[in-house]
């Protein structure tokens, strides 16, 4: 399926001037004041295609030069189980991963596939350069099964603790390499690693937050809801790690009013955290635009706690200029928290009112969404869309078989500079 590259330029938002798009750019090149850079698209109304454009059915919104084989895009639907067992009359659901009866099959189960796609469709297949993603799981399991299926080169950096994350119905091709931070370390050993590739020439980052594709791609989830329920949400919920969701989410809700047809109200964002590890939710409380600080060791030792290890981003994008900071304060929004148990707990009762299996992030966000429906937080008559993130897993596996995928190279967790740089020349060669 082919679609016309979408026309958009880009805008900084710390100081709202606006410029072309003239490659793989992750900040303004014209300024010096630190925030986000935002898509800004021709086309102010958008217009939906048919499901069988999959995630390309937004293309509207997304920065796209292409559209690739494989995507689905995230389905709402409103709830009758859940909602009733909440006393919830407006609760609508936005799911991402596997559930064909609704119409849906993400390989990976999780709504990282709306990112790949997107950012993938970006980027330009001439340019000889070898995408780096830095991952504690889900995002690469993502952007590996679209850089197979596609044949786009790509190196993972992934925790080894986390390799149980990077499981696949059909084995991955050799576009796609694969190096771990030694058992021990967490996101951001897998970051530094990251960090120190795109050092060298033939590897480009893919940005993280700063990439506008991955932020649109990710606001999908707030096109379908808002599209399917005919006006703007007024609550969102969703886990967090680095909020890059949470901030999509509230970059799509500004172009949906400016739209028209949605109507002109901005939605509270609702992000949770995991408990014991919740950086975001200890510097919002304080009010403060800054990230609190913490000892690294003691964070290792809470990521290792948490069951929903996606969540455990140690530098977030919350304090820049179009950050989560903004986001949550624009949107009058508020960070709450859910430990193990809630979490599991409510993945239960999920499965059971609504009949499918769903990620333990997505057991955090509907642990917060119990807990607000249950104290007050929300009207029981409000407009609540609730975005599940990852679902259907356990059924995808039964029905599948699994392959896992290997590391190519394993570095310590302080590794040295010129080692990884030696290595990682050969690796594509």
Known sequence: MTINPTKYKLMSVATGNIFDDTGWLLDSPYD????????????????????????????????VQKALKGSFAPITYKSEGLANKLGLSNLYITFSGYWPERGIEMPTCSFKETEA?????????????????????????????????NNIPLLLCVPEDNLSALWFSKPINDYVKLIVSRSGGDYFDAIHLSNLAVEMDMYVPE?????????????????????????????????????????????ANLRLIEDGRFGKRKMKLMVSQNQPFHPIYDAWKEGSRQMLIFNDDTARKQVEEMDAKVL??????????????????DSKGDVLLANNKEAADAAKLFEKTE???????????????????????????????????????????????????????????????????????????
């Not at 021709?42 to 997304?62: M, P």
């Not at 999908?220 to 890059?244: D, H, K, N, R």
């Open 32 to 63: 010096d004041k630190p925030g986000l850079i935002r898509a800004v698209y021709e086309n102010k109304q958008i217009n939906v295609k048919t499901s069988d454009h999959g995630l390309y059915r937004y293309s509207d919104w997304l920065p």
């Open 207 to 251: 940005g993280g937050a700063k990439n506008v594709a991955r932020r649109d791609g990710m606001a999908t989830t707030m096109l379908s809801a808002t599209t399917f329920i005919g006006e703007i949400p007024e609550y969102y919920f969703q886990a967090v790690g680095s909020g890059t969701g949470a901030v999509a989410a509230w970059e």
């Open 355 to 429: 009949g499918i299996d769903i990620h333990p992030a997505a057991g955090v966000a509907t642990a917060s969404l119990i807990k607000a429906a249950n104290e007050g937080l929300v009207e029981k008559n409000a407009i609540i869309m609730v975005n599940i993130t990852g679902g259907g897993e356990e059924r995808f596996k039964a029905e599948n078989k699994v392959f896992y995928l290997k590391p190519d190279l394993v570095f310590d967790l302080d590794p040295d500079a010129e080692e990884v740089h030696g290595k990682l020349l050969r690796l594509f060669g």
């Open 117 to 149: 796609y997107s950012v993938c469709g970006r980027k330009d297949d001439h340019d000889g350069k070898v995408l780096v993603v830095a991952s504690a799981g889900n995002t690469a399991r993502a952007f590996a099964r679209v850089c197979s299926d």
């Open 312 to 329: 455990s981003n140690r530098k977030p994008p919350y304090p820049p200029a179009g950050g989560l900071y903004d986001a949550l304060t």
